[in-house]
């Protein structure tokens, strides 16, 4: 059975979804006022790792992430850029997509706008005073009332009197307010900035109402998981839960939460000049590369992002396609059966709360024994080994014939072909092809390596 950590409960715990066989499950998407950085592709990798493993274990997954394209960064941003809110934005989320593509993200199911959700969010607001849950502040606009929410804090285990102890470094300390944690849910309108029309006057909604909204509109009042960076837990998730649970939803059922990453040993920020952007090292490395790094880690642990880590990353990678290439020269029966123990191994490490590093140990594994059955002519054997190799990286998104995805994908698919070629001539002692196909790549700027378990590449 599959078990996860829950936040919520700070417990590891066996999932069994709302519906037998189907998972809903929202995770919160990007707010669009520049271009994503490598702890967006983290986070994003995260909730892929679980969709793609979630499906492979036989579950239908309905996957919701949003945009969020109204925001202050937005206002801001196109105030300094002298652009529209909308036009900003749906720059800006094109750029996100682009690269998620890039990165191999799987688009979600369901991609809603915030601003497509400001009645949904109006009724909802309403709602909640109507419950004395949420009150209206004159020029300001309307704020929930923490206190009418019995178990605020308890998705990052803090009592409201331990938050509002450090108030003012989270939240809005505004001496209108009831209690410094009270946040808006409607934000009274700015000159020039966006707005709509509403009962308490004009203006925009708050950021943490418009999940609540979007997530039960496409998944219903109860629905199986809500996920995002562990960044987001307070204050953005645990307003959520209070809205939600202020309205009497059921809500998430769970909540997931993905660590963050170091950038050679320090923590990611713009401050310390290790801001690095998603496409700058797209550019560096092949997608694949980062998605193995990123698996590597276990996704509640905080990731070490350098050029050393990238570099044993890449050499991995190498070392399972030159698995696959050896194993497809030699012949080996493609609709073999898969290795029923590795596969077993495999989804025990995965089960428990998706421990990818011992996924993975089971992949290169099975490669190792793929290579050594090669190596002894038992060729059942090593077919099992190449099927299930395949099977098991798949579920993980990862690619044993390359990745075409990035800029350089006609050199990889090129490099790829003629590898697979070189192999075939090799086995066939045909080392003049061999010695020919080896020159030619050289003269392309490729470097390869004939290893015990294959031949390896890399670029000059």
């Not at 700015?190 to 509403?198: F, I, L, N, T, V």
């Not at 490395?285 to 880690?297: A, D, G, K």
Request: aromatic letters at 8%.
């Amino acid at each position: 059975m599959v078990s996860f950590y829950d936040t919520r409960r700070r417990a590891v715990v066996p999932f069994e979804p709302l519906v037998e066989g189907r998972v809903s499950m929202y995770v919160c998407g990007p707010t669009v006022y520049d271009v994503p950085h490598i702890g967006h592709a983290r986070t994003a990798l995260t909730f892929d790792m679980i969709r793609r493993y979630l499906k492979w274990r036989g579950y239908e997954v309905s996957f919701v992430s949003n945009i969020t394209d109204i925001d202050d960064k937005i206002i801001a941003r196109a105030a300094e850029t002298g652009t529209t809110e909308p036009e900003l934005a749906a720059r800006y989320k094109q750029v996100y997509t682009e690269q998620m593509d890039r990165f191999g993200i799987a688009r979600p199911d369901h991609q809603p706008h915030a601003t497509e959700y400001v009645e949904e969010m109006l009724g909802f607001i309403g709602d909640l005073v109507d419950r004395g849950a949420a009150y209206a502040i004159e020029g300001k606009g309307v704020y929930f009332s923490v206190a009418a929410h019995a178990r605020y804090g308890d998705l990052i285990a803090r009592t409201p009197e331990e938050l509002r102890e450090g108030a003012g470094a989270r939240v809005e300390v505004d001496a209108d307010k009831a209690d410094p944690l009270d946040f808006a849910l409607w934000k009274a309108a700015k000159p020039g900035e966006p707005m709509w029309d509403s009962p308490w006057g004009p203006g925009r909604p708050g950021w943490h109402i418009e999940c609540v909204a979007m997530a039960t509109d496409l998944l219903g009042e109860t629905f199986d998981i809500h996920g995002g960076g562990d960044d987001l837990a307070f204050p953005h998730h645990q307003n959520e839960v209070a809205e939600a649970e202020g309205a009497e939803l059921g809500f998430a059922r769970h909540w997931i939460h993905g660590a963050m990453l170091n950038v050679n040993g320090e923590k990611m920020a713009k401050s310390l000049g290790n801001f690095t952007t998603l496409s700058d090292l797209l550019d560096a490395y092949e997608p694949q590369v980062l998605r193995l790094l990123m698996l590597q880690t276990y996704y509640r642990t905080v990731m070490e992002l350098s050029d050393d880590a990238l570099a044993g990353a890449s050499g991995a990678l190498d070392r399972l396609r030159a698995w696959h290439r050896r194993a497809v020269a030699a012949g080996v029966d493609q609709t073999a059966g898969a290795n029923a123990d590795a596969v077993a191994r495999f989804t025990a490490a995965m089960d428990d709360d998706f421990g990818t590093p011992a996924g993975l140990a089971v992949v290169f594994d099975l490669v190792r024994e793929g290579n050594a059955a090669l190596d002894a002519g038992d060729t059942d054997r090593a077919a099992a080994a190449h099927v299930t190799v395949g099977d098991l990286a798949g579920a993980l998104g990862l690619k044993l014939a390359g990745d075409h995805n990035d800029g350089d994908d006609a050199q990889t698919e090129m490099v790829e072909k003629l590898l697979a070629e070189r192999e075939r001539a090799r086995a066939a002692k045909d080392f003049a092809t061999a010695d020919r196909i080896r020159d030619q790549l050289a003269d392309d700027g490729i470097v390869i390596e004939d290893t015990p378990g294959g031949t390896i590449w890399r670029k000059t």
